[in-house]
């Protein structure tokens, strides 16, 4: 079973800054791509950013030339660096992988941290 371990969470004052860890308990070779998640109160989970295996990226535009993805060390890490963070950006944040197991992809989440941007 994949499992994934969520890291660097907190709470932060608007302007500030944030890095988010996962690591993910599967081979690399296997990850099509990974990605982060939120969930605020009382709306839907959206997709944050997601970088593929190529390396390829996207990102959901609130947090476009704020946010960046990377795929660390082993490759099955990701990080999401966060800055000049905003109130409207606090949320429970999931690490998302993706994993090509015989030819059908799985998606994997993590436990969820929480962000919380507040003076």
């Known amino acids: 079973q994949v499992q994934l371990v969520e890291s660097g969470g907190g709470l932060v004052q608007p302007g500030g800054s944030l890095r988010l860890s996962c690591t993910a308990s599967?081979?690399?070779?296997?990850?099509?791509?990974m990605g982060w998640y939120r969930q605020a109160p009382g709306k839907q989970r959206e997709l944050v950013a997601y970088?593929?295996?190529?390396?390829?990226?996207n990102y959901v535009n609130s947090v476009k030339g704020r946010f960046t993805i990377s795929r660390d060390n082993a490759e099955n890490q990701v990080s999401l660096q966060m800055n000049n963070l905003e109130p409207e950006d606090t949320a429970v944040y999931y690490c998302?992988?993706?994993?090509?197991?015989?030819?059908?992809?799985?998606?994997?989440w993590g436990q969820g941290t929480q962000v919380t941007v507040s003076a």
């Open positions: 998302n992988v993706d994993v090509l197991n015989g030819g059908v992809p799985y998606a994997y």
């Open positions: 599967v081979n690399a070779f296997s990850i099509i791509g």
């Open positions: 970088i593929r295996r190529s390396g390829t990226t």
